[in-house]
């Protein structure tokens, strides 16, 4: 039967990559919340000692890492460091993404293909390689990837970025299917507009005034009206990471407030 208990990660390890801020910050608090020690990584070892903080401000057990997923070695090293640390990881977030600049299809160039490949494919690619290996050997575990609807649709100037969540999306699949009988389970969470750093990168060469009219004309577009916020992809990835979704691999929940269903400016317009 039933138990809401299936929800709770006590005794469980968890790795948050890009743990330091934003979405990967929500989903930290909210698996250590639930009980997990949570590895959050990221470039910068102050933001990851500030989430760090308010973890442990509550109760909960933080172990802030610094490493560079764009980088192969870092990766190894990272997993390493975590096995040192809690001696197993039954839960891996691939979160760290990026979208460092605006470029179409046909003025993207090669530099901006290499960092975002990097991070957003080649470095959830080896981490959940490199994870999965430990995971095969405890016969358990559980992989979040934080994908986009962007790898749904593409987006007009986001071209390299939806290109790089598409691949998230089958990264997912392909794990899923092939590591299911280790009793790895591997699922994606796209969001939507989500209010962090790197949506307000959208507009950051835009006078704040004009910037804010941008931001609300994007709520627009979404059913819902409004960009979500960072803890509203927390419950998803306790969902995702813990007994409750026993039976769940190889799919992804989609939480954007409705933008993929489309009509969102329609129904906000006066
Ligand atoms: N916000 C949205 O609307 C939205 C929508 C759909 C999907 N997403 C996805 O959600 C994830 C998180 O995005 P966010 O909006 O929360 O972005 P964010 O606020 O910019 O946070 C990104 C996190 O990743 C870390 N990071 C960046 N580059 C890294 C690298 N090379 N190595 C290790 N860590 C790195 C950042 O810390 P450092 O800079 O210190 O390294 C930070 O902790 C991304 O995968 C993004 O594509 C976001």
Do not use: C
């Not at 308010?54 to 890492?65: Q, W, Y």
């Not at 039954?90 to 179409?104: E, F």
């Not at 994606?188 to 004009?210: C, Q, R, V």
């Amino acid at each position: 039967m039933f138990d809401l208990s299936r929800f709770s990660l006590k005794g469980k390890t968890a790795i948050v990559t890009g743990g330091s801020r934003g979405i990967g910050k929500g989903v930290a608090l909210g698996l250590a919340k639930a009980g997990a020690k949570v590895a959050v990584t990221s470039r910068k070892m102050n933001d990851l000692e500030a989430t760090a903080a308010e973890i442990k401000g509550f109760g909960g057990e933080a172990f802030p890492l610094q490493s560079h997923l764009g980088k192969m070695e870092e990766i190894n090293r990272m997993v390493g460091t975590v096995m040192d640390k809690f001696g197993r990881i039954d839960i891996l977030v691939n979160n760290a993404g990026a979208s460092p600049a605006m470029g179409g299809v046909l003025d993207s160039d090669e530099r901006l293909w290499e960092t975002i490949m990097n991070l957003n494919l080649r470095g959830v690619y080896f981490t959940s390689q490199a994870v999965a290996k430990v995971m095969q050997k405890q016969r358990g575990g559980k992989i979040i990837n934080i994908a986009s609807v962007d790898g749904f649709k593409p987006e007009p100037g986001v071209s390299v970025y939806s290109i790089s969540k598409a691949g998230v999306r089958m990264i997912t699949k392909a794990f899923a299917l092939e590591l299911a009988p280790f009793n790895i389970q591997v699922n994606a969470i796209a969001p939507g507009p989500i209010s962090t750093k790197m949506l307000d990168s959208h507009w950051f060469n835009l006078p704040p005034e004009e910037a804010k009219k941008q931001k609300q004309a994007m709520a627009n577009f979404t059913p819902m009206g409004r960009i979500g916020e960072p803890d509203e992809i927390a419950g998803a990835a306790v969902y995702l990471a813990s007994d409750a979704s026993s039976y769940t691999t190889g799919t992804e929940i989609v939480i954007d407030g409705g933008s993929l269903l489309g009509l969102g400016l329609v129904l906000h317009q006066e």
